[in-house]
Structure formats: structure tokens, C-alpha cells
């Protein structure tokens, strides 16, 4: 059973840093996209970043030059860098897994429990 468990969350002030990890239970960086994605309260949850199998990456508008994905597969790992954080950034981050790069969460099928990140002014 394929399982993502994200950890790294927590509460921080505006400008500062935050790094997600996910460790997913089986390897598959191999052949499928992973990706970031955040729900806020009374918002839809977004996109904020995907890295494909080969490492090519994407990012939302708001988060570019702000955040990093990356990924370790020898750890079985995705990670999210989040430098100069804003309120707006506060969400639940979810990491999760598909074969493509889709944009929209509701095509990923492995998915994470997500980890809270809280950003005060």
C-alpha cells in the first residue's frame, strides 16, 4: 500500500522559512510526478509546485522564487523549500503522487495526510 506522509509544518512569521518533507512508503519517483498542493480555509486547494519523474519542475505565480521542490530517491523523499513566507501562504500542504504532472489535485491518486503550516503577520 502506497503511503505519503508529510512532515515540517508548523508555525513561523512572515519572512521566515519552513521545509515539508514527504516520505512515501514505496518507490515511486521513478514513474510519477510529485507535487505540492495547499488548502486554505474557504479556499480551493491549489497547485503549489510539481517536480516530474525527470526532475523538470513547476511552480505556481505565487510562490516562485519564494519556494523549492526537490526530491531525494534514494530517501524516497519530496521536500518543499519555503523562504519569505506570507500570511497568504498559511494552508494545510498536501503532497501527492501521479503518473503526470497534472494541475489539478482530484488527478493525483497517492496522497498525504498534509501538515499544517501557519504564517502570522
Known amino acids: 500500500q502506497v503511503q505519503l506522509v508529510e512532515s515540517g509544518g508548523g508555525s513561523v512569521q512572515a519572512g521566515g522559512s519552513l521545509s515539508l518533507s514527504c516520505v512515501v512508503s514505496?518507490?515511486?519517483?521513478?514513474?510519477?510526478?510529485m507535487g505540492w498542493f495547499r488548502q486554505a480555509p474557504g479556499k480551493e486547494r491549489e497547485r503549489v509546485a510539481t517536480?516530474?519523474?525527470?526532475?523538470?519542475?513547476t511552480y505556481a505565480d505565487s510562490v516562485k522564487g519564494r519556494f523549492t521542490i526537490s526530491k531525494d530517491n534514494a530517501k524516497n523523499t519530496l521536500y518543499l523549500q519555503m523562504n519569505t513566507l506570507k500570511p497568504e501562504d498559511s494552508a494545510m500542504y498536501y503532497c501527492a503522487a501521479s503518473p503526470l504532472c497534472y494541475g489539478a489535485y482530484s488527478l493525483y491518486p497517492y496522497r498525504g495526510q498534509g501538515t499544517q503550516v501557519t504564517v502570522s503577520s
Open positions: 514505496e518507490d515511486i519517483y521513478s514513474r510519477n510526478c
Open positions: 517536480i516530474s519523474s525527470d526532475s523538470r519542475t
